[in-house]
């Protein structure tokens, strides 16, 4: 198989179904552990949107309730991160958080990680 061909396959991916997950208000976040990861699940604008809920300037947790606009922030040096980009927004930390796809499939999200 040539080397080009090898380099065009999709990367693997799995999903874990967050049961009940659409039912999250508009302009409200949660935490939660899935598919091994702990990741925030944010409705804004009408979408819903996951990224990793781990800090990128320090292990800590970012706070979902401090989720303001599209941005949520880390409760220790206060670095934000867009919740639909996950690009750091502002603080102390230049680097984003992980993303996550999600579907809407009933009352339930289906987010997809990285195998």
Do not use: N
Request: include cysteine; glycine fraction near 10%; hydrophobic fraction near 40%.
């Amino acid at each position: 198989m040539p080397f080009s061909l090898l380099r065009s396959r999709p990367e693997a991916r799995r999903t874990a179904t967050l049961v009940g997950g659409a039912l999250l208000p508009e302009g409200e976040a949660r935490r939660v552990y899935l598919g091994g990861q702990l990741i925030l699940v944010a409705h804004v604008e009408g979408r819903f949107y996951a990224i990793s809920a781990l800090c990128t300037h320090w292990p800590e947790l970012i706070d979902p309730a401090s989720l303001h606009g599209c941005e949520v922030r880390c409760p220790v040096h206060w670095a934000t991160f867009d919740v639909r980009t996950g690009k750091a927004t502002g603080g102390p930390t230049r680097k984003g958080v992980a993303v996550f796809p999600v579907r809407v499939v009933g009352e339930d999200l289906l987010i997809e990680f990285p195998e």
